[in-house]
């Protein structure tokens, strides 16, 4: 589980480096990979794993 979480936290961080770097929003990208607003942003804090 510990790995699990590491791996989401990870996730999270690299999808809020790319997410400010191409300026875009949060509506955006959970549509464009097509999960719902409240899971995109559970990833993005690596609260997936808890």
Do not use: P
């Amino acid at each position: 589980m510990k790995k699990e979480k590491a791996c989401y936290e990870s996730l999270g961080a690299c999808i809020w480096e790319l997410q400010d770097r191409l300026g875009l929003k949060n509506s955006e990208v959970h549509k464009a990979i097509n999960i719902g607003h409240s899971t995109y942003n559970d990833v993005k804090k690596g609260w997936m794993a808890d």
